[in-house]
């Protein structure tokens, strides 16, 4: 069994700073991307951003240059620094996970295979 967790969420004012864990634990045969997706109330899910088994990061531009993915490979763990917030920022974000012989990495949350249950972070003005 695969399970994904995610901690670190919390409210923040903008500009503020968040920074998100993922840890995923069971048995995967290929790990190739670990991202972030967040879903804000009455809008569609989005993708946030990812990193793949290289280290190769893709981010939405809504968040370039505000947010870093990261990931310590060892401890199965992808992290999500979060900087210069903004209350459009506001939403649950989802950890996830995409694995397989066919590679795939990005921000498309339908070719995620493993998902969290959602870490919620408030931007408040």
């Known amino acids: 069994q695969v399970e994904v967790v995610e901690s670190g969420g919390g409210s923040v004012q903008a500009g503020g700073s968040l920074r998100l864990s993922c840890i995923v634990s069971g048995i995967i045969y290929r790990r190739n991307c670990m991202g972030w997706f967040r879903q804000a109330p009455g809008k569609e899910r989005e993708g946030v951003a990812a990193i793949d088994n290289r280290g190769s990061s893709y981010y939405a531009d809504s968040v370039k240059g505000r947010f870093t993915v990261s990931q310590d490979k060892a401890k199965n763990t992808v992290y999500l620094q979060m900087d210069s917030l903004k209350p459009e920022d506001t939403a649950m974000y989802y950890c996830?996970?995409?694995?397989?012989?066919?590679?795939?990495?990005?921000?498309?949350?339908?070719?995620?295979?493993?998902w969290g249950k959602g870490a919620r972070v408030f931007v408040s003005s």
């Open positions: 996830a996970v995409a694995a397989g012989l066919r590679y795939y990495c990005g921000l498309n949350s339908a070719d995620m295979d493993w």
